[in-house]
């Protein structure tokens, strides 16, 4: 996660640099996937303003703003609303969209024996590169994704995480 600081007053110190680095590092128990973020702190006469802009997986910005007589205050309360936003954005990405079956399937829990196997449409229906489909996998934490490889002539694959930000793909021929 990178963190960029700008301080947008005469008198900058580190210690406020210190803190904020601090209080940042632990936005990453509540979302994990955060790709950088932006502090702007400024003072004008005696409001001290903390606005942080947050970029996430997905594209998603996400962004807090607080002003107090404070600068910490100030700090803190940023931070402590993108915490709850970071919250409501990962809950949001753990919800499964509900899917509306077509008449006479289940729900997804066999009722016996012979009806355990549900035919499901795919997701990705137009063909996609193997970068697009690492992207879409790491945005939707999937265990992996099945997609028509745009650069194998559309052929069918499914892309998996073996580790260490490496992706295995296998090409059905």
């Not at 600081?5 to 940042?24: F, L, M, T």
């Not at 012979?114 to 970068?131: D, Q, S, V, Y």
């Amino acid at each position: 996660m990178q963190i960029r600081i700008q301080e947008r007053y005469p008198a900058g110190s580190s210690a406020i640099r210190e803190y904020v680095h601090r209080k940042v590092e632990h936005l990453r128990r509540y979302f994990d996937k955060i790709i950088s973020l932006e502090v702007i702190l400024s003072v004008e006469k005696e409001r001290h303003r903390a606005e942080i802009i947050g970029h996430l997986v997905n594209r998603k910005i996400v962004k807090a703003v607080a002003e107090t007589g404070d600068m910490y205050a100030s700090i803190d309360q940023a931070i402590a609303k993108l915490q709850r936003q970071l919250v409501r954005y990962k809950e949001m990405l753990k919800e499964e969209p509900r899917r509306d079956l077509p008449e006479g399937a289940s729900d997804g829990k066999p009722s016996d024996v012979g009806n355990r196997i549900i035919r499901m449409e795919p997701e990705l229906r137009k063909p996609i590169t193997p970068e697009e489909a690492v992207m879409e996998l790491e945005a939707t934490g999937k265990p992996f994704l099945v997609f028509y490889n745009r650069e194998e002539g559309d052929t069918p694959a499914v892309l998996f995480p073996i580790g260490d930000g490496k992706y295995g793909m296998i090409v059905i021929e």
